[in-house]
């Protein structure tokens, strides 16, 4: 799977399934928590929508670097490729 596409389905479940902003709230430097306005009820909810989108379970642990979304994008990349 390429990169935009991988970018293309977290903005699409985080658009249409946790309801967040568009283009302007989603981008690259935009923060989890801060920005994007996730809590840890909608971490939850994130991990069952990446296994059912991309195929692997989130390890709490390794998600503790990861702050914003082009660490997210990258962190999924990580794990399709791995």
């Known amino acids: 799977?390429?990169?935009k596409e991988i970018e293309?389905?977290?903005n699409?479940?985080?658009v249409e399934e946790m309801e967040i902003g568009g283009a302007d709230v989603i981008h690259y430097?935009?923060?989890l928590k801060e920005?994007?306005?996730l809590d840890s009820l909608d971490f939850v909810d994130i991990v069952v929508i990446v296994e059912k989108t991309f195929g692997f379970k989130i390890k709490p642990e390794e998600m503790a670097?990861?702050?914003t979304?082009?660490?997210f994008y990258d962190y999924i990349e990580s794990k399709i490729k791995a």
Request: no cysteine; aromatic share 4%.
């Open 29 to 31: 430097d935009a923060k």
């Open 12 to 14: 699409e479940f985080l």
């Open 8 to 10: 293309s389905k977290v």
């Open 69 to 71: 979304m082009k660490d």
């Open 35 to 37: 920005d994007i306005g």
């Open 1 to 3: 799977m390429e990169r």
């Open 65 to 67: 670097d990861v702050l």
